[in-house]
Each structure stands twice: as structure tokens, then as C-alpha cells.
């Protein structure tokens, strides 16, 4: 009788709250936790049946309650837990609530329990008015937009200073349950973070979030450290964030302050209190950071207009003088009548340019020409192979492609670099920062060392699994979609979709460009029970793709722990697919789960690749093309690819290109990408060789 007793209680604290309001107040809509409310935190919190604790001393059971260890001395069902859940949430139900009625705030039941779910392990500590969440909500939250929202909300994610996995997927879902009323959502996948350790100084946020494949633009400038100079954010190996980098991983750096060592080659110069100035560089033109960084070193500077003049065309004179000192070169005096003639008889003694190449110095250079000095100087041989750009095939701009000094610009889907055009003021200061900047790439050959390096471990390499053959170097991204820029092969662009992106418009998915389409037919719970469900959507999608005259595959998403459920899974895909003609594979779709608990939690190499092979083998008999589907942990630390060799590959990883070292035939390269017709964000994908 004691939970009752509690409940009783609570609630009658409740409604007697409620009726001390005054009338103005009462029109603020107030709520308790919904179903699904609970059934996310629950999911979240995991369930344990026996009491367990905390580094603190803290006592807790079930779905995260604390308790007194003596009182459940055998333990409690997950019915029990469920009870004792509800009681605890009852008080942040009240907190959230009064919240909601002292400022005025009218929300959605979504975006309460939202709240809640927060509430459970934070306490009422976001709840100040100072904090960006509570502000946000105060100031009317309509007025931000998602990328705001989701740091203010993910920005609780910590442990001491550092952020943990689990909270940062935890607090990423709760934003988009709060933003979309998605309790089932992805929106771990579809963020990075970098963590900044201020090492002495202070920084408003210590772990920024930002979407995946985006640019971080301007980092932070943290303040304090006794005044000393703030130098940049550097990696553990040493290398510096710019801002222009993309946000694929995520990423932890350190305040370099003046009196350290970097590790890097860049210069230490005073940025915090660099101000700006030119009239026309703004904090949002793409060459900003470069401008900044060669500024306060004194190597650039600009008009007695006040103006910088980025897309000013440089003279060969200026270009050499900023090219031999960006590469270690002292300050040359002139050889002749002309002020850069001693940066030209430099060039030519290094090998950069031939004697009498360059006859006016007041000329522009071509770009072709810079790439060949910048290289020579740096010690950067001319190298073989695939040229990434459209309109050059030259073995120096190539090296500098590779070493991250090029970039080039895309367009429809190929890169170009122009080599014939001269180069401007704020293309060069780019050059000049990233060789300032750049480490040698040190090259680990899988193929000779034996060994493929992933994460903190080393994989002996597999004899009989064929390595990758594709040139990642020609991949180009042009909005959403990958380009493969290889006359060698003909590539096709797809999508995969669930219920998750739910009703779909496929006319005009393929009037976009949509090639194929790999469409979940169903999935197996992750829980003890593991029931298999046939995916709500799969049938009018299967319908649709075809009408709409693309090609399509299916994928089931398994949690199978033995053989005789991976032949369960293919069974239950045959009888849905009910002879059904597809152009593009079966796939056998095993991941782990991170939460609490998942049935496959320990599932050892020998049986998971036994599953696979069973799956594979039985929508074989049937006539269908197997495939499977791994990411670089499953592929390198979970399967024996040895025992996959008969079956083709789809791979995931999103990021600008592919690391995999073995063969793939699709890749997946975004959970983010955008498609007309389809309301929600969409995972893409190439594939090398289509069906």
C-alpha cells in the first residue's frame, strides 16, 4: 500500500497548488507526463531489478528511482518499476508546470515531456532564467532556430566538464522530441560536437553542437588566463581547427595559449584581440579566419581605404613574397630594379619556377604556376594517379589536394580549379594559412604493414577480402548528393527510407534524380522479448518507388542473437516480399543498440556472421541478391568478413569520404540529406556499381 499512499499524496499536493493559482495563471494549459512520455524515459533510464549505485553513494531501481538498497532485498518487476517511476516524475511534472504558469508559457504535450524527460536527471537546475533553454522559453522559443535550440538543450550533457555518450544521444533526442514531437527520432546521428577545454581560460560553452556536414564557421574565443594570448584550438595531435573544417566527427581541442607548444606548424600570434580592420571582411565571408590569422601576423595587410579587397587579383611579385615566407624562407632583398626580385630569384634557385619563366613580376600568376611553387617549396613531390579537379590533370595540384592546401570549387557536381586564372588576395591568404598550418600526412599502407589502423585498435588484414578499388580522392559532394568523378565507372544515386520519414511523395523523389531506393520491410525489437514487425510503411513505399519508375532493394533492420532467428527474419521478409520482383538487394541489416540492456549486447563474431550467413543464404534460395550492411566498428570489430565474401556490401559512414579498407558496392554517406517529396531529413547513398 505505500506506492498508493504516495500517489494519493502527490496528487493531492498537486491539486491543492493548482487551486492557490490565480485565474491569469490557470490559463496557461498545465500537463502530466504522456505515454510516451514515460515510455522514452523508461527506454533511456534502461531497467535494472535489483538496487544498484552511483559513484556518490546514491541508491537507485528500476527505471533510475532512488531507493534505500534494504528495502527491495528481491529485487522488483518492471510493473513495480513502472509505478515508482511515475511517483518520481510527479515532482517534476509540478516543477515544469510552474514554470510554465510563473512565466506565462503555453507549450505542446510533446514538448512538455520534453521538459521532463530533462527534468529526471537534471533536477530543476536549468530552470534559471539566465541559462539559453529557459531564456529561450521565457522570450518565446519561436523566436530560434533548430541549431539554437538543440545547443541549449544538449548543452546539459555533462559529467564534471567532460560530456558523456549517453547523455549527449539522450539530450539530442529529448531537442527534436521538443522541436518535431518525435519520441522515436534519430537526431543523434544527425549532430556533431566539439568540446573546447579553455586549459586556464573561460568559455561560455564548453561542447558546441553543430549539424553533421556543415562548416563550424567562427569557433570561440575564450577569455581570462591572465591575460595571456589566445593562440587557437588545437587537437591532441596538434593539429589547429580553422572553422572551415566540416562536422563529421566529433571533435575535443585545447586553448593554445602564448608560452606553449602547439605541436603544429602554425604561427603563435595574438588573435583575441585582433580587430578587424576592414570595411569589407565580415565574420561570414568564408576567407575570414585566413584573413584574421595573416593579419595579426603582420603578413597581409590592406588599402589606405580601410578596405581589403579580397577579390583583388595578386600580382606574381606579391604571390611569390607570400609563398617562399610561408614556407619557412626569410625576408629577400631585391636582385634588381623590382622589390619582389629577390622572391623570384629565390623561386628559381629552389626549382619552383624555371629561369626566365616569370619575366613581369607586376603580372598576374596563373593558378597552375602557384600550385607548382607552393609544392616545390613545401618539399612536396608531384604525384601520380586520378586528378580530383574536372579541368586539370597535374601531378602538383594533385599533392596539394591530398595535403589539404587545394580545395577548389564545386560545380554541378565536379570540382574545378581553373589553372589558367590568376589567383586573388583571399584565395591566396587560404593557401598561405593551411601551409603555415600543415603536418606531413604520414601514409600507413594497410597492404604493406599487414595491419589496418581503426579507432585505438590494429586488425590484421584479410588476404581473401577484397580491398577497396575506388580513388576516394574523385568523390565530390555537391549539396546533397556525392558525385564520383571516375570515366570508369557508372554510378547511381539512392536513398533509404523507413516509417520514419513517413508518407513520401515518390514522383517527385525521382523527379529530383533519385536513381533507387532501399526500403525497410521491417526490424526486430531490441528488447528480451525481440518480436519481429513488419515496418508500417513498407508496402505503399514498395508501391510508390516502383510507380514512380525507380529501382528498389529492401533491408531488414535485425537484432537476431541465433541462427534460427536470422532464418526467422528472412522467412518473415519472403513472405512479405510474396514473390515480389526487386531490381536492388535483400539486405541484412544487424546494428548494436547503445541503450541499456539490448538483447544483442555481447553477441559474440562467430554467431553474429553465423546470422548473417543464414539470413543471406535463405533469400539466396529464393532468388534474391543478399547483401549486408556494417559501418566501420561492426565491419573492422564485430563480423569475420572472411566468411562475407560471397556477398556484396553496403557501408556506411558519414563523412566527406569513405575510410572503409575493404570492397563496398553502395555507400552511405548521410543521414541528413534533403530530397523533394520527403518533409523529414533522409539518409543518401552512392552506388559504385548499380544493379
Known amino acids: 500500500m505505500k506506492p498508493i499512499k504516495k500517489i494519493t499524496s502527490l496528487c493531492l499536493c498537486v491539486v491543492l497548488v493548482l487551486t492557490l493559482l490565480p485565474a491569469a495563471a490557470l490559463a496557461v494549459q498545465t500537463y502530466t507526463t504522456s505515454p510516451s512520455g514515460v515510455a522514452m524515459i523508461e527506454k533511456f533510464e534502461g531497467f535494472r531489478n535489483m538496487p544498484y549505485s552511483d559513484d556518490k553513494g546514491n541508491w537507485y531501481i528500476g527505471y533510475g528511482s532512488q531507493c534505500n538498497p534494504a528495502d527491495y532485498p528481491f529485487g522488483i518487476t518492471e510493473a513495480q518499476a513502472d509505478v515508482l517511476l511515475r511517483q ?38 536549468w530552470m534559471n532564467p539566465t541559462y539559453r533553454f529557459c531564456g529561450y522559453l521565457i522570450r518565446g522559443i519561436q523566436n530560434y532556430s533548430e541549431v539554437e535550440v538543440v545547443n541549449a538543450i544538449a548543452t546539459w550533457c555533462h559529467s564534471g ?49 553543430y549539424p553533421i556536414g556543415t562548416a563550424y564557421g567562427q569557433l570561440p574565443t575564450p577569455t581570462g588566463n591572465g591575460g595571456r594570448t589566445f593562440l587557437g584550438w588545437y587537437t591532441s595531435d596538434g593539429t589547429k581547427l580553422t572553422g572551415q573544417e566540416l562536422a563529421m566527427e566529433n571533435v575535443w581541442v585545447t586553448a593554445k595559449w602564448d608560452g606553449e607548444s602547439s605541436g603544429s606548424s602554425g604561427s603563435d600570434i595574438d588573435l583575441s584581440g585582433w580587430v578587424n580592420p576592414y570595411s569589407d571582411v565580415k565574420e561570414t565571408d568564408w576567407y575570414f579566419t585566413y584573413v584574421r590569422e595573416l593579419s595579426a601576423k603582420g603578413v597581409v595587410g590592406g588599402y589606405p581605404d580601410g578596405t581589403f579587397q579580397g577579390t583583388g587579383t595578386l600580382t606574381a611579385g606579391e604571390a611569390l613574397k607570400l609563398i617562399m615566407l610561408a614556407t619557412g624562407n626569410k625576408e629577400q632583398a631585391p636582385t634588381g630594379s623590382h622589390w619582389a626580385s629577390g622572391y623570384l630569384t629565390l623561386a628559381e634557385s629552389l626549382g619552383c619556377v624555371a629561369p626566365g619563366e616569370i619575366q613581369n613580376l607586376d603580372s598576374p600568376i596563373s593558378r597552375l604556376t602557384i600550385a607548382r611553387v607552393a609544392a616545390v617549396a613545401m618539399g612536396i613531390s608531384a604525384r601520380t594517379g586520378a586528378s580530383p579537379f574536372a579541368d586539370v590533370d597535374d601531378g602538383y595540384t594533385l599533392a596539394l589536394y591530398e595535403e589539404g592546401i587545394l580545395n577548389g570549387t564545386v560545380v554541378g557536381g565536379k570540382r574545378y580549379y581553373y589553372p589558367n586564372e590568376g589567383i586573388n588576395r583571399a584565395e591566396v591568404c587560404a593557401i598561405v594559412s593551411r601551409i603555415n598550418n600543415w603536418k606531413p600526412t604520414v601514409k600507413n599502407d594497410p597492404a604493406q604493414s599487414g595491419y589496418i589502423s581503426y579507432g585505438n585498435k590494429y586488425y590484421p588484414v584479410l588476404p581473401n577480402v577484397p580491398a577497396c578499388p575506388y580513388n576516394t580522392n574523385l568523390l565530390v559532394l555537391d549539396g546533397s548528393r556525392m558525385y564520383y568523378n571516375d570515366p570508369g565507372y557508372t554510378t547511381a544515386f539512392g536513398i533509404d527510407v523507413s516509417s520514419h520519414q513517413k508518407e513520401i511523395d515518390w514522383q517527385k523523389v525521382a523527379a529530383s534524380g533519385v536513381e533507387f531506393a532501399i526500403i525497410r520491410l521491417g526490424y526486430r525489437g531490441y528488447g528480451s522479448e525481440g518480436t519481429v514487425n513488419l515496418d508500417p510503411y513498407f508496402k505503399q513505399n514498395l508501391a510508390g518507388a516502383k510507380a514512380a519508375g525507380l529501382k528498389v532493394g529492401v533491408y531488414f533492420f535485425s537484432q537476431a542473437i541465433t541462427t534460427q532467428e536470422a532464418a526467422e527474419e528472412a522467412q518473415f521478409v519472403l513472405t512479405n516480399l510474396a514473390g515480389a520482383q526487386l531490381d536492388y538487394p535483400v539486405v541484412y541489416d544487424w546494428e548494436p543498440i547503445s541503450g541499456v540492456g539490448a538483447r544483442t549486447d555481447g553477441l559474440d563474431s562467430v554467431t553474429l556472421t553465423d546470422c548473417a550467413i543464414t539470413f543471406c543464404e535463405t533469400v539466396s534460395q529464393a532468388g534474391y541478391t543478399p547483401m549486408v550492411y556494417y559501418n566501420n566498428p561492426v565491419g573492422y570489430g564485430r563480423y569475420d568478413l572472411s566468411r562475407l565474401t560471397a556477398y556484396d556490401v553496403w557501408f556506411a559512414q558519414y563523412a566527406s569520404k569513405p575510410t572503409m579498407y575493404y570492397n563496398y558496392r553502395i555507400w552511405q554517406y548521410t543521414s541528413s540529406g534533403k530530397v523533394p517529396g520527403i518533409s523529414t531529413k533522409v539518409d543518401m547513398n552512392i552506388a559504385f556499381i548499380p544493379y
Open 161 to 209: 566538464d567532460d560530456p558523456l555518450d549517453h547523455l549527449v544521444e539522450r539530450r539530442l533526442q529529448e531537442a527534436y522530441l521538443f522541436l518535431y514531437g518525435t519520441y522515436e527520432n534519430d537526431a543523434a546521428q544527425r549532430y556533431r560536437y566539439i568540446h573546447f577545454d579553455p586549459n586556464g581560460g573561460d568559455v561560455e560553452n564548453k561542447t558546441v553542437f
Open 88 to 125: 518520481d516524475l510527479a515532482s517534476k511534472e509540478e516543477a515544469v508546470n510552474r514554470l510554465l504558469v510563473d512565466y506565462n508559457i503555453s507549450v505542446t504535450q510533446y514538448q512538455f515531456d520534453a521538459m521532463v524527460s530533462m527534468t529526471y536527471t537534471l533536477g530543476t537546475q
